[in-house]
């Protein structure tokens, strides 16, 4: 019976066009999106290496100053500019700190657009003050981007409520209900391998769509194939909980177009309301710290220890430390007491600072935990940690470029203290910002938790079914 | 007969449970939105107050120290919620909420709430402008799809026809009704938002004609998604036909368009990375007028300039502090650099505009969009317009403090003023553009708008059957 089902099924779908329609719709949105994401991916490498280059180039010219510095030659530099000064080195010479893309990256753009990848940590300056926002037009930010994660969580259900909507409720429109209930199969197993059948096509279309779509971008298989496993397997499990609800509508109303609005009345809320209303749950939970109220008390912590700091250091050279030396020698005392000013503010900062940082954690993890509220948020999230652009991975990258910054400060404060010049053999021993990637929730329980939604609602519509069956109002 | 049609099709909407149910669903996520929204703009405001009176604070008693001093210890300004932003937040989220204003350096509006929110919020947030623009549409597609189908479905369509009504009597009839659930809904929120802000302490610069042509233009929008849904459902066949059509658009209004023009916008107009932008104008800044460098070239050509003009030479013989007014030519000079990069961002948004507005062909979410965030004074020229007056009040400040270094001390001195100096300055003032200045900015969006309107209008009505 299951043969004749899927041959029938094949022919309806083929004649109706609705195979080609489908799989045409699917690949021209997905290779745009594709396109979309690979720009900012090559925007964001393009940006990468631009910035590696100046700093190359810096640094030749650095090392070259150190080597006729060191062999006693005369250099054509100001003198409050010269490398051998470690302080000059670690303000003038930065490291890139960067959060390069991942292989997968361009299948979401997640919170990439309100970030930068590129951070370069100096010595002078407090933590605090480091910008993480990029630069970009809050019009683009409001409206979002045309990316895959789109297309699969947006579009791809309504794909599967357009084509789908109506399986049940047709055979009773037609009157072709009373004459498959005479055949020798249940109604549930008959709907169950329709459901399957289309199913097993949107999957394979999805995947071979997905599949050119990578190809096309120049995704490296070889290397890269359980994160592509992973995103199949969670696209997957998405379409089958599309398909488990048109299901179950099918049977509990019994109208086409009834199921048409039922079905789009869920999209809106698994898609729109259920994500929106968590977010606004979580602000009444852990309200997000104001930064308003942040700026307000740093502001009162700096002017206190700005009286503190005046004792350690004349004011107009803090505000200006570049122009501590002027002469050959290095300022070694002046640098030491410039320290000792700056550790002061972070010292007295810390405390108020981290206290923000922990709320804006709990609220960021009590939404980690709501999230399998619903598939499509489960699936945003999925997605975003994959390509890398979600907030865990940005919140980690500001705690490293932080964590490097204070590596990078402890490099050349014991110079200073030893009253030692920097040298030119010290630059291989720089500290280097290598991005560690945090830890991210299995893609494989994520599947399972939406195939579990899936599982409910198929046990479900099961229950119901016996019930109207009983009733013996499923086909009248 | 209008009037008996109305009627008619109002009873059949009542009569729809799926209606009633999706009418108090949308009804009570508008007054949950109000009321969080409400709740959220209070607090932001206080927290503003409080923010700007400590930071006067601040400013004022640093006490006795040197005017350089007090510019590098900088102030902060914070931008105003203001009242119809509890409509419309527009881009409020995506843009910073305080400007550190310092010397030597125009810094960008920091702390957004985007960057402090999971990314779970991009999928759009409970706010009134979120159910006026998405959901609202909505309940015209579900009360307006089978306006014409059903008539044919259900053959009632000669009855009609038999009672001698004349086509555009019925369309008429039809369109009013379809509109009667939105217009309830949208009124009662206009009415709910109208009492809330009439009632809030201060509500400073909100006004009644910016509240009622807000009204106006989701009014002329939700008219357009009536005519387009009328439209699709008056040559469809079949109601489910009509259904998925409407809501084909109304995805491809409200979410694709949006998307694809913002792609398309930042790939053939993008903005420069922050890392560029930085570089370009330190670039630039190294190459000019430094204050506190009197060794560099352009130094050099200022002191003879101004030994020339005074006629004396050495600085020392000159009747003010010769390093202040340095100091002052050199903010003055960087203060240009930044206004000529901060221009090229401008230009490249104004072209970027022309994308949204080209593609609002496909999509009147587009311009209403605009319209609704420049009127609520949340849109990305408001902001542009905050940065722009305090960049002004930074230039002012340095010429303040500099002023007073250079009329009270002489050069090489270690100049210290007085405690109650910094209470001369000026407070910040920021007075957001006024109603007719956003409808001049608009009217090209007003236009695609009624343009839209009458197309839609139009072929609604071209369109009247015979059967």
Known sequence: MFLYNFKYELKSLLRSKWLFLLSTILLIVMLFAGYNGKQKVNKRIEDFSKITAQTEERDAVMLHVLDSLEKGLEVNMSNNLLPNNPMNVGYRYPKVAALQPKPLTFISVGQSDLFTHTVQPKIYGDNF????????????????????????????????????????????????????????????????????????????????????????NGFDFGDNMGAFLSLIMITTAYILFWFAIVLAINIFIGNSAKNAVSLLGIWVFVILIIPATVSQLANLAYPIPSRTKMLAEVRNVKKEIA???????????????????????????FWHRYIASQNLAEAELKPLLASYTEQIENQQ???????????????????NNLAGTSSAHYQEYKKQVVAFSVKWKDFFTPLLYKSQPFRKKMYKNLPMFEYQQPKIASMTFNAFIILFFSALILTFSWLFFNKKSEKGTLIN | MIFQIIKKEVQEILRDGRFKISFFIVLFLLVASVFITSKQYSSINEQYDSAEKNERTVWESQGAKNPHSAAHFGNYVFKPKLPLSLLDQGVDKYTGISIFLEAHNRNQAQYSTATDQTALSRFGELTPDFILFFIIPLIIILVGYNSFTKEIEGRTFYIIKSQGVDGWKLVIGKWIAALIPTLIITTLLFLIAGIILSNIKGFGVFSWSSFGILYLIYLIYYFIFTNVILLISSISKKSGIALVSSLTFWVLACFIAPKIASNIADSKYPYPTQQEFSENIAKEKSEGLDGHNPWNQKSKELEEKVLKEHNVNSVNDLPFNYSAYRMQKSE?????????????????????????KTLAVISPFLPARFLSMSIANTDYQSHINFSDAAEDYRIKTQAFLNGNTEKNSKIGERYVASADTWKDLPRFEYTPASLSEKLNENTSNFVILFLWFSVTGGLLFLTNKNY
């Open chain 2, 332 to 356: 003055e000079y960087q203060a240009e650099i930044y206004a000529k990069h901060y221009k090229k961002l401008k230009n490249q948004f104004k072209k970027q505009s022309s994308i949204y």
């Open chain 1, 307 to 333: 009286e503190k700091q005046d004792k350690i250091l004349d004011n107009y050279l803090r505000d200006h430390p570049e122009y501590a030396s002027t002469g050959k020698e290095i300022n070694y005392s």
């Open chain 1, 129 to 216: 003050s480091y910008n993480y926002s990029e630069l970009s037009s809050p019009v683009q930010l409001l409206f979002g981007s045309f990316d895959i994660a789109f297309v699969i969580i947006y579009i791809l259900p309504l794909i599967i409520i357009a084509f789908s909507y109506n399986i049940l409720s047709k055979e009773k429109e037609y009157g072709s209900i009373k004459l498959l209930a005479s055949q020798p199969i249940s109604i549930y197993s008959w709907l169950l391998q329709k459901v399957t059948f289309r199913f097993f096509w949107l999957t394979l279309i999805t995947s071979v769509v997905l599949l050119i779509t990578f190809i096309i």
């Open chain 1, 365 to 383: 993890s009590w939404i980690e935990n709501w999230q399998y509220i619903s598939p499509a948020v489960i699936v945003q999230q999925s997605f």
